[in-house]
């Protein structure tokens, strides 16, 4: 009678031994080890590449804000008229709404009223 090499159950009867570096040959391949993982692994790669990804551009859209002098209590959306102020980025607030303009971008989802100023 011959073994299986998957069992009925989704198991695989396959033993890798005496592979040397092992784990590091799982990485060098990030889509087959993906695929040959569980479903919440993959998933929650996937939902930290995202997130990951938001906050690292949210980070960048932050500080080209912060060092344009956007965040000062007098240069805020609601002062920015009385002030005579040209933003780099409008109606960017702080962080948080350098977050969701980060997602925004990405996702193509329209910008509302946060416009990158090109004047």
Known sequence: MRRRAVFKNGDCNILQSRISKRRLRYLQ??????????????????????????????????LIVFTHGDLEEDHLPAKQAEANWTPCVFNIQGF???FL???????????????INTI
């Open 29 to 62: 391949d990030i889509f087959t080890t993906l695929v040959d993982s569980q479903w919440r692994w993959t998933l929650t790669i996937f939902a930290i590449g995202f997130l990951g990804s938001w906050l690292l551009f949210a980070l960048v859209w932050w």
């Open 96 to 98: 948080t709404s350098c």
């Open 101 to 115: 303009f980060s997602i925004e971008t990405q996702h193509t989802i329209g910008k509302n009223k946060n416009l």
